[in-house]
């Protein structure tokens, strides 16, 4: 049922958004340039690599481990074994010799060998020399902290495959963002320069006019004055045009003067319905909830690891190898030790049950996190939301805003050419008309910026 219902929201979502035209397909090109050569996206994309390589680490612990271990000493002193033979043995050759004599004299044996007085010995515990080389196998066989820790590890590198996952959506809403931004001011630059043109125009005639002794020099001054004001708005569109262009070829890791293609969206409404689909299929998708659920499985495991501390650990040791006081490698100085080693901490000052609090108060501190983004979330799915419905309206109001506007100009261009408008209407036409014509273009490129952060906002953009 939870995959029907993410569906469904999936394609109401779909079937409600924005219908670009199909020859997107430049800005699509900028997309996949800035997935690939974006500097923020490939250091993310090198943590969540270290992520993996740290979890390959973690499930290593699970295999055997080989090692070989060699020793070679020399020892002087130490501790002795005194063993008495002297004492124990010498007695017993007293009598042995004095029977042979006895016997000898009797003519019973021939002369005898005489049995030597034997000194005590002392061996020292030491060898003087000795050499052992050997190879170890260890398996874990029970390891609690092993299995606990390969899970942390695991939740851990999926919280960065997370992160990256929620930066591709903020690049590629970034770059249509900076797109829009910077087809804007080329609009409005054009704007500008067919301003321009009128105002020139009408300098030319009310100069002609003036010089035909129909009209004052006022009227001269007048028209240059608009030629000031459009020249300074057309500098600080120049200034826009030029910071728009930086920061989408910034966005792309390009230098940032270089040129930009031109592809005009075709825009097509939908109007938006439901905030409940856009709500639930934020809540469904957006990285920093999964971040927070995977930090909050992990602190989990971190709780059970810690508990498991007190349990003991049970390991099984081989060893093979060969001893002597040379370097002999045969059957005869070969040897093997086949062990379970169990390991328990008994007590460690408090330090599990110390962690284990820890672990429980971070608990409840990312359930408040938690609980936390859900609200933001749910707010700023309704900011956007109404952002979009709000510039839906606009759009249409600035069109005939911008129409109206232009055939308001057209009537009154006429009149000032028959000299049936004055100057004062004339210039009050045309600013209606190059206001409405940057309103249009204002509101036109706000809605599709706000319908891209309506979209990034349920992590739409993968």
Known sequence: MKIIKHTFIFLLILHNSVLFSQNDS???NYID?????NLALKQKIENYNKSIVILKQARALFFPQLSLNARYSRAEGGRTIDIPIGDMMNPVYDNLNGINDFMYAAGLIDEPEKYPHIDNQSI????PHEQETKARLIQPLINNQIWYNNKIKKDLSEIEN????????????EVKIAYYKYLQTLELLKIISQTKILINENINLNQKLYDNDKV????VLRAKTELSKINQKQSEFNKLNTTAKAYFNFLLNRDLNSDIKIEQPNIKINSLNNVDVFIDSALNNRSELKIINLYKAANKNNIKLNKTNTLPNIYGVLDYGFQGENYTFN???????ASLVLKWDLFKGLENYNK???SKITESILNDKLEETQKKINLQILNSYYDVKSAEKNITLAKDQQKLANENFKIINKKHKIGTANQLEYIDARTQLTNAQINYSLIK?????KLTQLYKNINFFK
């Open 26 to 28: 430049i800005l699509n």
């Open 33 to 37: 340039y800035a997935l690939k050569n």
């Open 124 to 127: 020292a515990f030491l060898r």
């Open 162 to 173: 997370q992160n990256i996952n929620s930066y591709r959506n903020e690049l590629i809403a």
């Open 216 to 219: 004052t020099y006022d009227k």
């Open 331 to 337: 059957k005869n100085h070969d040897f093997y030790i």
């Open 356 to 358: 284990i609090q820890e």
């Open 445 to 449: 490129y706000d809605y599709l910026i």
